[in-house]
């Protein structure tokens, strides 16, 4: 009974709710050769302002009043945050249909005179209007009508924000929309994604030339007759229809209008077996149509319109919100990214470098073009042959921070720049869904190293085929997600699909391409955009690559690193493959498939693999956790927390900071905000460059930050740059989160979230200063949880007049507001502490440490042998450095490590660093002074040469 209540809701909640929506009005349909009408807000040449337009089909007993689907559908839709979009519901008359409700013949255009009450003894298809058919005396069919609506919906003056289009229908209406995707123009115009709802039809269109239209192909009526029928196949390949039908709908006549002929008949006794039966039809008689069909049962429903248009499922597909709901729900949830704003200093190197390499003109114009470029002029695999490139990547990392910072700063304009670009890429798309920057796409196994050797001097292993397709598909999903243009996630099923198709082929499985020492990481990655592309669609094929990939970490026999087994040993990751240290272990890759698998966990609820995450996770934070505060040793786990010398890939802290992120999420555990704001306040920041125009490929403990220009034969692309600003967004999230009725307060540098009911937005100068002030606006009364830092010994928590000094040990406290405005004051404890290195003996020149640091001209010299101390000061990280004045001489020596010293820190300012102290270090008799600052601060920068710059050992 549960649709039923729905409905009867709908109907008691209708009342109050007609007096927000403007009522429908009947219309004249400008341009037919008739009088034809249909009913609207408001003509469709005065235009609307919304992104989504639905246009509603009756069924067989109506086509001269308002449907009621086209009334409960859009009160449904107006509970929703965006609002019910315009609606357009067209009339199709009969002449019986009229006289039955007391209407005379008014020269409209009218259809089937044909056709009598017995659905046995079916009339011409020549004036059914069900099937594309000619209204009486013209030649004016009424699938021209819908042409020159979604004409009308295609003026970009008069519908400037229109983003999709839904053409729907139920019963005779469903069959009239099944045939339309088949033969209809479908097009309203580019940018604007046209989708399909076929509910509860009489029969259906199966592509059987034979058989006579609308059951198969033959004598088909004026409007389509001159198609062929691979023309029919292909717009049915190319068109998504949503299909729905209730489960009791299992009545004939007289309770419904079933079409009983004989062709009908023979898809089955009722329409629920028809339904279930042409599925079936689909996947084992036309695979390509059916990738573009989704079917969905309506529980307890009989055959009753009204209430499958006020369904969530229909609703959430008109509006384009159908994705898989989460099995395992999330215990924590962030807000939307346009809700989030970054602010203060962070702020600021935040949005100098989204400008320069994102929204700003020379970011538009040359950087994304340049990305383009690649797919226009595919080469890969023979600009460097016969090893192959990565330019493939580079338009899906720039995709995918641009949508993000689109998003956050609610840029229009931005968003319709990376619109027209994601539209530019696919138009290099290949007919079999191909789209990459590989000539060959199935160049996806490294050459013999024999044969690299031979024809270069030097052996590879490398393949970058599918990781680069990854990208291409994760930048192409983000695009989607902004602008909602259906077309882009067309072209990345196409893709992914192809793909599938081609592993097949080649019988290979993901983790046995790409790059063969890194054990099949690079594309096995491809997991966390896979498990997105399954999100939005459904398709059993995507999911079945996420198992046959997750089942090859189990498999003895696969090259894929076997995690369970090797996490079981407790041993670090450069011990679990002899030989092997420093090749197999690449890190960035391999935090992108633990992130991929937190998301299949989500879409499955099979908990091993978020606990499988779980237990990596910690591993690599005891073992990899590095000098500058990320993890890793220039992007490959090799054991970094035991090296004396420190360097970050910024992909790394890319990568680790968004894994921590969605693990926050899943588990709710403050430990993964700790090890993210660690690595976001050191390494991450330290490697965008001040100037916003540049980042670091390695982030270095000292001597200078390593750039890297040019990669892949491209002048302005870099995997590292072109990465970065996703983290700002990732961070902006994470800021403030939901739990349930609370709200929970992560992070305290400066920035503004809102909640449907609440704001929080934080000012102060942390991390450099010890106090925030949080500003929290509330609807109603909310608990406020703070999270209470590790790095603070004691955290002091002011509200009004009362006071509560809270111990680290605590790690949340609980605020109760009221309606309205508080003020939270919070003191950290920031006291400095010195961290004694490791003991790790010297790594000789032979050793992989000292080749993966030695990557330019001064950097063997930079080399450190002796174990040292750092510095820091809450969760900062200090540094020695030129840019407050420490003395050259200073910069590199150490001598502090050992215990027994006293630290003071005295602040000062300096224009060139967000914090500068200067340091007395006191043990006994001695006393040591230098001047220190915020390592990010110390060198984000591009320096010259054997630049003695910084150092943050003591």
Partial sequence: MRNYIVLLCLSLGTVSLAAALPPFVRQELQGAPKPFYYDAEHPLEAG????????????WGDGVTTPREAITFRSAAARRPEGAPYVVAPHFPRVETMKRKGLEPDGRATWNESWGKNLGVPGLAAD???????????????????????????????????????????????????????????MVRPGVTLEYAAMAPSSELRLLPETRWHYGLKGRPRYSANLTEEQIRQNLASRRVWRGCGVLDVKGRPHTSLDSCAEAMAQGTNRYDRFCNFQKYLQEKEPEWAKQVSFHSFENLAHRSPVAYADDAFVDFALGQSRLPDVARDCLQ??????????????????????????????RGVVMREAEEAFAHPDDDVFNAPIGMWKGEFWGKLALSGAAIAEMRNDADYRD?????????????????????????????????????????????????LWCRKYTLWGLLAVYHLTGDRELLTAAERAMTQEIELLKRLKLRLA??????????????????LMILYRETGKREYLDLARATLASFRDTTSRAPQFFAKLATGESMDKWYPGETGQWGKAYEMMSLLDGMVEYYRLTGERQWLDLVVGLQDLIWRTERNPVESVGYNDQFTGAARHLNGTSEPCDAVHWIRLNYDLYLATGDAKYVDA?????????????????????????????HIARFGQSGMRWQHCCVDNLARTFADVAQLAATREGDAVRVNLYSPFTTDFADASISLTGDFPVADKVSAHIRADANLTVKFRVPPWSPKTIFRVGDKVTEVPAAARWHAVKVKAGHTLVRIAFDLAPRLVDGTQEPYAGKDDYRYRRWNAGPDSARLYRTEPAARLFRGPLLLAK??????????????????????????????????????ATFTRGDEVRKVNVCDFPSAGDELLPPNADYFSIFF
């Avoid at 609307?48 to 069924?59: E, N, W």
């Avoid at 990376?418 to 290949?430: D, G, K, P, V, Y």
């Avoid at 046995?512 to 955009?529: E, H, K, N, V, Y």
């Avoid at 690595?679 to 200078?704: I, M, P, Q």
Wanted: aromatic share 12%; with cysteine; proline share 5%.
């Fill in 128 to 186: 059914d209007w069900r099937g594309g058919g000619d209204a009486k005396d013209t030649a004016f069919s009424s699938y021209d009508v819908i042409d020159k609506i979604f004409a009308a919906l295609g003026d970009t003056k008069l519908y400037p924000n229109l983003r999709r289009v839904v053409l729907a229908g139920y019963s005779a209406g469903g069959q009239f929309v099944g045939r339309y995707a088949a033969v209809g123009k479908g």
């Fill in 512 to 529: 046995d391409t790409g790059t063969s020492a890194m054990r099949g990481l690079p594309p096995t990655s491809t997991l966390q955009p």
């Fill in 676 to 704: 993210a704001e660690s690595t976001y306040y050191n390494a991450f920041l330290a490697g965008v460059f001040r100037d916003g125009k540049w980042g670091a490929r390695e982030v270095r403990s000292h001597g200078r």
């Fill in 417 to 465: 720049f990376l619109h027209a670009s994601a539209r530019r890429l696919i138009a290099h798309q290949r007919a079999d869904g191909y789209l990459g920057t590989y000539i060959d796409d199935a160049f996806v196994c490294p050459v013999d190293p024999e044969v690299c050797r031979r024809e270069t001097g030097y052996p590879s292993t490398w393949n970058w085929s």
């Fill in 334 to 363: 962030a807000a939307p990214l346009s809700a989030c704003r970054v602010q203060g200093p962070i702020g600021a190197k935040m949005d100098r470098f989204a400008f320069e390499r994102g929204w700003g003109p020379f970011a």
């Fill in 48 to 59: 609307d302002a919304r992104p989504v337009a639905v246009v509603i089909v009756h069924g």
């Fill in 881 to 918: 450095s030129r840019n407050v004045g420490t003395a050259a001489d200073d910069i590199l020596k150490t001598g502090l490590r050992g215990g027994g010293w006293q630290v003071k820190l005295r602040p000062f300012t300096d224009d060139r660093v967000q914090g500068a102290w200067e």
